[in-house]
């Protein structure tokens, strides 16, 4: 019997249908996927922690020591704040921990993103951001009119900038406290919406 | 690595026999698995280049599931692209798989081998963006399995998951850088498939018609009779519980989602490491089996012969620097760093001057002529030269059949001087086993042989040689009746021969060429 028989040849066909089902089947493998759960609650943003800051005026004599490009009236030294997340369901912790900025140093923004399992039902969502560090108002012992009014009009500048970073930054508490119905296979999302300074829920594309 | 290379070679020889058996040896895909990975990588780029008319970045699943509706080309081109690209994986584990087994993964060969691991690893990550390009459910979880992966490195303070949160649609530069690497990947290994082969001579590129039209046409079948389905679109607020997952390219998802993202990277990345160093771990002195071949510059004429039949370009003539008498002024140069010792130059150099040690057609003249030395009056048996890696399991069979069995290590070797020798000495006949041309280590031995044999190549068995004593076989393990049938064919006609010469010289002008198709007969 040689390969170019009959019976060679229909089982040459048999094993290349064999081998095409099984390169079909190897394409298309139903999987169970997602190592989360049967639903998801989703925690997902982007978000400027406060700057904790200890601010000093310079003096007039002090400022004009200073280069040019450096004259800056209030002087800051300081770091981001941390903040303390708590995630619970029905009253149960999922999480209690510290989160803060992003990077080496956490002065970038704080990007968070987690997922926990939860069971399908109508469940108690709370989340609560709070600030840990306690901020620092600034020092102005030193306080001295301003030489000018150049050097008037920079300092109304800085404080308005300083104002603007703080209105941007998280605020001390952000809490979400919600009854959800978390459907079956299905994720609720939590993100944070800056402009209103608060959690918003998602269940919905 | 030895013992390992044993253990993979175990079952590749099974394999290897039993795809013989169904489809004979000139089309047996498993030898050519090379040279189908890179024709499907054609067929990918030619199916990819009508689909890439219908994308959109704006709205990828969309596009892709205007595609499947069309009944007539779209949803089967779509399903050809798929599993060709699946095919692929296939063939190229495989080709791996076989150069490791039968050691040709080192030295001159770990440039081809390492280029091969890093044109793998491209082929998976053409894969990947290919699939998240859909945009269907199997698409987003492999982009959130990557994201996570990616997460885990500390490259970007933002998580890449984010992107895949739910609460932004995904911008569709996502979907345009994904589109840009699924089309420059592919490029970008077409064109380091150059490299890949930089040290081969007459890369095999395409395997035979029958075998192509026949892969290319099952592969149509197949994406006719039962094409892929499209996964519903992705929705990133949403717990997908059968996701259609193509394990060809996503093998590692599973493990992906279950371990720790550190662990799988640490996986993917000892994977890929012990690949590249398998050259290292392979190794071998060069002495013995190995030595590199030399010129015996003194024989050299500077025909320019071997460098014209080296499989690996590792000959190259240059000015002779001591002139030996009045010979050429070119003399053949072996590079020992792109020899692979295959010793097919032994059998391209008609003076003999070429090969690696102890296999030139010197040393193989010697070893007749001591084979025959104290032959006296007994009666001479045909001779069988087999390659010592076609199918040993046949040689006792040859034997019973009153063969007289020598082994090569590669039937290219063979100096056409030593055959002609064999029969001077007194032997009946010579015919010489030879592995399937396809599958041959020294990658042209088989080619060249006949063609010195029969073709006048340079080297060629002199005209005076009767063509009716001499003559040559495939034995392609898996294929023992074809063997023992081509043997005991051989072996009748020199009886018949005997019977009709007896006493009489043999008339060589009166029996030329006979020669043995090795492509298709047409
Ligand atoms: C895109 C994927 C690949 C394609 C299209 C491809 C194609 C080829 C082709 C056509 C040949 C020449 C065969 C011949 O003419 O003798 C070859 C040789 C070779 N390939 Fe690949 N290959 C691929 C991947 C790999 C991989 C993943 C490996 C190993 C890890 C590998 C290792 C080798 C080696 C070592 C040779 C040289 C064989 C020799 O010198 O004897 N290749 N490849
Ligand atoms: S043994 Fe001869 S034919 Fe083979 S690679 Fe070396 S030089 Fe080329
Ligand atoms: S085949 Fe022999 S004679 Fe011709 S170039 Fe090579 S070594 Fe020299």
Redesign the pocket.
């Given at each position: 019997m040689t390969h170019a028989s009959w019976p060679h040849r229909l089982a040459a066909l048999a094993v290349t249908t064999v081998a095409l089902a099984l390169l079909r089947a190897g394409s298309l493998v139903p999987l169970r996927a997602t190592a989360a759960g049967d639903s998801v609650l989703r925690l997902s943003w982007s978000a400027r922690p406060e700057r904790i800051e200890q601010c000093r005026r310079l003096t007039n004599a002090e400022l004009a020591e200073r280069p040019q490009h450096m004259r800056l009236r209030w002087e800051c030294e300081g770091r981001f704040a941390r903040y303390l997340l708590t995630v619970t369901i029905d009253g149960q912790v999922l999480a209690a921990d510290t989160v803060h900025g992003g990077g080496l140093r956490h002065d970038r923004p704080m990007h968070l993103f987690r997922e926990y399992a939860v069971a399908p039902g109508q469940r108690r969502l709370g989340i609560r951001l709070r600030r840990i560090d306690a901020n620092v108002r600034p020092d102005s012992t030193s306080d001295q009119t301003a030489a000018g009014a150049a050097a008037a009009d920079r300092e109304t500048r800085e404080a308005q900038e300083r104002r603007v970073r703080r209105a941007e930054a998280l605020p001390e508490v952000v809490a979400l406290d919600t009854l959800l119905t978390v459907a079956s296979q299905r994720v609720a999302l939590v993100s944070y919406a800056s402009g209103q300074q608060k959690f918003v829920l998602r269940t919905h594309d | 690595m030895r013992a390992l290379e044993h253990t993979a070679l175990r079952p590749l020889r099974a394999a290897d026999a039993g795809a013989t058996r169904l489809f004979g040896w000139r089309h047996n895909p498993l030898h050519q698995t090379?040279?189908l990975?890179?024709a499907l990588?054609g067929l990918l780029i030619i199916t990819g280049l009508y689909l890439l008319v219908f994308y959109r970045v704006g709205a990828p699943w969309q596009s892709v599931a205007r595609l499947q509706a069309d009944p007539f080309l779209g949803r089967w081109i779509r399903s050809l692209h798929r599993f060709a690209s699946d095919a692929m994986v296939v063939a190229?584990v495989l080709?791996?798989w076989r150069?490791f087994a039968q050691a040709?993964?080192w030295g001159p060969?770990a440039l081809?081998?390492t280029s091969?691991?890093v044109?793998?690893a491209v082929?998976f990550v053409s894969g990947w963006t290919g699939y998240v390009m859909v945009w269907d459910t199997f698409g987003a979880e492999l982009a959130v399995g990557g994201a996570r992966l990616f997460d885990a490195l500390p490259v970007l303070s933002e998580p890449v998951r984010r992107i895949f949160a739910g609460d932004q649609s995904i911008p569709s530069a996502f979907f345009f850088i994904n589109l840009f690497l699924h089309v420059a990947l592919p490029l970008g290994?077409a064109a380091g498939?150059w490299i890949?082969?930089s040290r081969?001579a007459r890369?095999?590129?395409l395997p035979p018609r029958p075998l192509l039209y026949a892969v290319f046409g099952a592969l149509t079948l197949l994406s006719l009779a039962a094409p892929s389905p499209l996964a519903p679109e992705a929705s990133l607020l949403a717990v997908e519980r059968d996701i259609p997952v193509d394990l060809f390219f996503a093998f590692w998802l599973p493990w992906a989602n279950a371990l720790p993202p550190w662990l799988a990277w640490m996986g993917a990345a000892g994977t890929f490491a012990l690949?590249m160093l398998v050259p290292w771990l392979t190794r071998r002195p060069r002495t013995g089996t190995w030595t590199p071949s030399v010129v015996d510059e003194r024989q050299c004429t500077g025909c320019n012969q071997c460098p014209q039949d080296c499989p690996?370009d590792a000959v190259s003539m240059v000015p002779r620097e001591q002139a030996h008498g009045a010979q050429s002024t070119m003399v053949a140069r072996v590079n020992p760093v792109r020899c692979?010792s295959c010793g097919v130059c032994a059998g391209s150099c008609a003076p003999m001057g070429v090969g690696p040690l102890g296999h030139t057609g010197r040393d193989q003249v010697a070893q007749v002529r001591q084979a025959y030395s104290n032959a006296g009056a007994r009666e001479l048996r045909p001779v069988a030269i087999c390659c010592e890696h076609a199918a040993p399991e046949y040689l006792a069979a040859l034997r019973d059949r009153d063969a007289d069995v020598r082994l090569v290590p590669c039937a290219g070797n063979i100096h056409t001087s030593a055959l002609e020798l064999t029969l001077r000495a007194g032997a009946p006949g010579v015919m010489v086993f030879t592995c399937p041309p396809r599958d041959c280590?020294g990658?042209e031995g088989p080619k060249w042989l006949h063609e010195r044999m029969f073709n006048d190549r340079e080297a060629e068995l002199q005209v005076r040689v009767n063509r009716k004593r001499v003559a040559t076989a495939v034995m392609a393990w898996g294929d023992r009746p074809a063997v023992l049938d081509a043997w005991t064919s051989f072996a009748a006609r020199l009886k018949a021969y005997d019977a009709l010469s007896l006493g009489q010289l043999d008339e060589p002008l009166g029996a030329l060429c006979e020669p043995v198709p090795l492509e298709e007969p047409r």
């Open positions: - | 090379g040279a990975a890179a990588l190229v080709h791996a150069l040709r993964s060969r081809a081998w091969g691991v044109l793998l082929l290994a498939l890949h082969l081969l890369p095999a590129l690949a690996w692979v280590r990658r």
